[in-house]
C-alpha cells in the first residue's frame, strides 16, 4: 500500500517549502489512460496531486464532455496504487455530491475558469460544500476581473471552506494570439496580495496552449514566487480526447521538472539579509526622490494650466506632446532605460497633467 501524501501538508502556506506540483491529463478518457499516466507521474516524487477532469466545460457543443461519475472509480484506483492524491473539476452541485458520495476518490476539487465567471454556478457550489471539509482550489475566470475570482473565493470561503487555493490560467484574449490566453501576471500577484494565507498555483498548459511555451511560463511563475503548477500529461497526448496541443508525455514533463529552477522565496541568512537592505535602502531613498521630483513636476502642471486657462488655450498640445515623447524616449536610451517602458511611463505621468489641468479649468 502506498504511502500516501497529506491534504494538511498540500495546503499549508509554502514559504521555503516546495512548490506544489499538479499533473495529470486535461480529461479522464479510459481506466487505463488515467492509470498509467498516473504511474508514470508517480515515479517523480515531486508531483503530489493528479489531476483529471471529468466532467468537461467544452467552449463549443459537441465535444468530448467526460466520462462522468465512472471516472471517479479510477480516481479511486490512482490513490489506491500511488502515492498521489487526485483533484478533479466541479461545476455543479451534482458534481460535488458525486465526489462526496464516492468516499477516497477525489481529495481535492477545482472550480473552472467558466464556472467561476458565475456567481450563481460558484454560490450553488459553496452551498453544497457548506460543512465539508476539502479542499477546493479555484481557476481565474476567463476575463480578467479579479473582483469576480476574488468573489468566488470569498463565496466558498463563507461556506467555511478552509483550504482554499486559487490557480492562475490566463485570460481569454478575445482574438488570435501566439498564447492560448494572456497571462495577466499582475492579476496573479494582486490575488496573492489580497488573500496573502492562499496558495496561487499557476497553470502554465491552459497559458500556453501549445507545449513549446510551457517552460518558459512554468519558469516565469516560479521566478514570481507562485506557489506552483498544474501541468497537463497524457500518455499519448497526440491521441488526447481534449487539449491534446498542450499535453507533455510523463516523459517530458519529469525532464520539466528537472530542468525548472525551483527558487527559495526567501533566504534566512543574515549576509545575504543584511546586504539586501542594504539595496533596498537605496531603492527607498531613491523612490522618494522620485516622488518628490514628480510632486515639483505636478506644481509646475498646475501653473501651466492656470496660464493655459488665463490665455484661453487648449490643455493638449500636441506638438508638445511629441516632442517630449521623442527627447525622453531618446535620452532614456542612452541611459540604458528600455523604450516601452519610458513610453509607458511617460503617458501615465501626461495623462495625470492633463487630469490636473483639466481639473483647473472644471473649477473656472
Ligand atoms: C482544465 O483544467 O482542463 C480546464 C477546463 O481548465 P479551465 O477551466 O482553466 O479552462
Ligand atoms: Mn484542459
Redesign the pocket.
Known sequence: MPQNNSIDNLFSLRTNGDALIIAGP??AETEEQVLLTAHEIAKCKKVKLF?A?IW??RTAPGNFEGVGERGLDWLKKVKQQTSLLTTT?VATPEHVEACLKNKDSVDVM?V????TANPFSVQALADALKGIDIPVMV?NP?HPDIKLWAGAIERLKKAGIKNIAA?H?GFSPFEDTSLRNIPKWELAIEIKSIFPEMLVIN?P??ISGKTEYIPEIAQKALDLNLDGL?I?THINPDKAL??AKQQLTPKVLLQLLQSLKFRKSSLNNSEFLNKLDQYRDQIDSIDYQMLELLSKRMDIVKEIGKYKLNNNVTIFQLKRWLNISLTRKEFGETIGLDQQFIKRMLKLVHRESIRQQTEINNKE
Request: glycine share 8%; with cysteine; aromatic share 4%.
Open positions: 486535461c480529461s489531476r477532469g468537461k466545460p473539476e477545482w473552472g475558469a467558466r464556472t481557476k476567463l490557480i490560467r497553470d498548459s491552459h498544474m497537463e481534449s487539449d
